[in-house]
C-alpha cells in the first residue's frame, strides 16, 4: 500500500525523511534499552515526529501478555491516563493504522483526533492524538507505522538478545564447566572454567579436541557407551564422570549434567550441552574428612594405648601404693604398741626403781636391826634407829605409790567442758588408726549427753585404750563390730560404753581386771585398765566391765556431766 | 686374812645409809660414796676391799663406773645392784668382769654370801675352779633348760621364751624352777652369774 499527500511541501518532505531516517535508527540504538524504556523512548520520539498531542506505547513486557508495560506522553508534559474512548482502537487488528476517530475533550482542551497502529509481536500498540483537524496525515501515518514496526522490533528482539548477552556473561563467567559439542561429539564451545579445568589454553585448543578427549581413560567406555546415547536419546543424564587434564592427565571428577539442545523450530536435535561441576573439593573435603577420621582413629588408638599403658602403670603404682600403705600401717601399728608397750615398760622401771630404793634400804635397815640383836651385846638405841628408819622407808614406798598414782592423773588443773562426741570421734580416729580391715564402728550418741567436764587427753587415753583392747579382742571376729554409746544416766552423770563382739573376757582375770600388772593378753603388761581406773576414777566415776550376749565385752566409764555453755564461763 | 673395806656407790641416802647399817652389824667397813664422781676420785687410792655400786644412777651408771675403773687399773672386785627384771644389764656388768650382781631388794644372806666372795682376793685357781664349777653344771641342764636359761640371760621375760620356743608359759616356769635346782641355786642371779661364767670370757683386765 503506497500513500501521497496531495499538498506536501518540500520543507515537509525533508522533515518526513529525517524523521523517517531517525525512525529506522532506533531499533539500534534501542538495543540495550529494557522494554520500559523503549516504551518511553517510543511514545516520546512520536509525540515529537509526529507533533502530537498525546502519545501511548504499550509493550508486552516479555513474551507473555500478563505484564504490560503502558506509556502515555502528553504534549503538555502532564501526565494522563489513555482516555477510556481510545481503548477501542487497541482491539484493532495489527497491520495497517487505523482509521482516524474524533474524541471529544479527551484532555479538556478541545477535541483530538486519534489514530492507532497495533505491533506486529503480542498485544502491544501504538496510539497518537493531536488537535489538528488534518491529523493524521498521510505521511504521519506512515512515520505511525514505521515507528510501531521499529518499536515492536526493539521491543520484541529485546529480551532475546538482551538475555543471550545476560545469558552469554552468565556462562562466561561461570565456575562450572560449561560446553557445547555437536552431536557428534565435536566441541563447540568450553567455558573459560572449564578450559582452567582440564588445562587448555583457548577455546580454539578446545574446539580441536572431541568430548571423549576430555573424559579420564576410565570413564571412557561408559561415556561412549552410555553417557552420550542416553542423552541423544533420552535429552538428559546426570551424574559422575572422571575427566581428564590434558596436561597432566590427572583424574579430575565432575558431576556433569549433560542435556540435549533442540531447535526451537523444528524441534530437531541440534546439540549437546553440559554444565559440569567440579568435584574435587567435595572429594578433597571427603578424603580430608577420611583421613581425619583414619588419623583420629590412628589417634585414638595411640592414646588409647598410652592410656593402657599408663592405666598398667597406675595399677603398679596403686599395689605399691597399697603394698606400702600395709607396710606403713603394720609399721604403725608396731609402732603404737611398741609406744603403748615401752610407755608401760618405763613406767614399769620407773615404778620398780622407785619402789625398790625404799624397800631395798627398809629391807637393809630390818637386816641390820636382826643382825644388832642377834649379839650377845648390842646397842638397843641402835636398834630402834634402824627399826624406825626400816618403818620410815616402808612409809615412802608408801608415798612413792601415791606419787605414781597422781602423776598418771595428773590433777585437776587441765579438766574443761569438753563435748562428749568430739572425745569419741578423735579417740575412736586414733584408736582405729591401726588400720584395722573391716571394723565396723557404731556410734550411739545421747543428744543429752553432750558435755563432761574432763581432761580431754586423759579420756581420750582412756578410751584409746578400751577400744584397742576391743579390737584386739575381735582379731579373729568375722564381723568386728565397736559401739561406743553415751548416755545420760541422771543431771550429774554421763556414762560412756565401749562395747566388743570379740572373744569377751577370761573368768581368769574379770574380777581383777583393773589391777595392775594384770593381763589375758600374751603381750600385755596389766597396766592400760588400771591407768584406766585411776584416770577415771580420779575424775570421781566409775569404771566396769560387763560381758556381752553371745560374746564380748562392755565396758562402761561415768564422768561428770556438763554444759557446753559452761566452756567459756 | 682378807679385807672387809665395802665401798658402797648408790646415789639414795636411804639405801646407802641402810647398807652401811648392815654392813657394819655384819662386821664389815662400809665407805660410802653419794655419786660416782666421789668414788672415781678416790679410786686411784683404792688398795683393797670390794665395790658395792648400784647400776641405775643419773648421768653415769654403774656400768660406767665400772668401765672407767677398768681402764684406770682399778680391779677390786664388783658387785653390782640392780632393778628387779633388769637381768641384761646385769648380764653386760657380769661379761665385764663384774663378780656378781644382787637384784633389789635383797635380803641380807645374798648381800653378805656376795660381798665376802669378793672380798676373798681371787686368785686364778679360784677363777679357773669357778669357770669349771660352773661349766659343769650348766652341762647337766636339759636342752629345754638350757634354752629357758639363755633366753634369761638374753634379758626376756617368760612370756616372750615361751613364745619363741613354741610351750606355755606355765611351762616354761616348770622349767626354769627344775633349773634353777640343778644349778644349785635359788636366785634367777644365781643361774646368770653362772651362765656367763661359763660362758667364754673376755679377756680380763
Redo the contacts between chains.
Sequence with gaps: MFWTQRAASARTLRRAFRDLRGLSNLPARWLTLEPQQIAESGAKTLLAVLDADLTHVSLDARNDAETRIEITCTSDGAAHALPSAVRSLLREPPGTPSSASAVTEPLKCGGLQFVAARLAFGTGAVVAGSRHTEFPTDIQRVLLSVSANAISLAASRCPWEFDGQRLGVLVERSADLVGVATLDGETRYVNPAGLRFVGLASLAAARMARVIDFVHETDRNRMRDVVWPTVIRAGRWQGEVTFRHFATGAALPFLVDAFRIDDPQTGQPMNVATVSRDLSPVRESQMALRRLNETLEERVAARTAELAVMNNKLLVEIAERERADRRLKELQNELFHAARLSVAGQMA?AL??EL??????????V??????LARKVFDKEKVTA?MT??AR?MV?AGQIIRRLRDFATDGEAKRRVEPVATLVDDASALALAGGEVGVILVRQFDPEAEAVFADRIQIQQVLVNLMRNALEAMAAVREPTLVVTTRRVDSDTIEIAVADNGRGLPAAVRDRLFEPFVSSK??GMGLGLSICRSIVEAHHGRISADANEPGGTTFRFTLMAARLDDADA | MPSRTVHVLDDDVAVRRSLEQLLSAAGLVPILYATPFELLEAAPRLAEGCLLLDVRMPRMNGLDVQEWLNRHGCHLPIVMMTARGDVSTAVRAMKAGARDFLEKPFDDESLLAAVRAALVVGTLDDRTRAVADATARIAALSPRERQVLDGLVAGRANKTIAEQLGISVRTVEVHRARMLVRLGTQTLAGAVRLAVLAQPQPSLP
Design positions: 622401771g620398780a626403781h625398790n630404793q625404799p624397800l631395798t634400804a627398809s629391807t637393809n635397815y637386816n641390820a636391826a636382826r643382825h644388832l634402824n628408819e626400816g622407808e615412802r600374751r603381750n
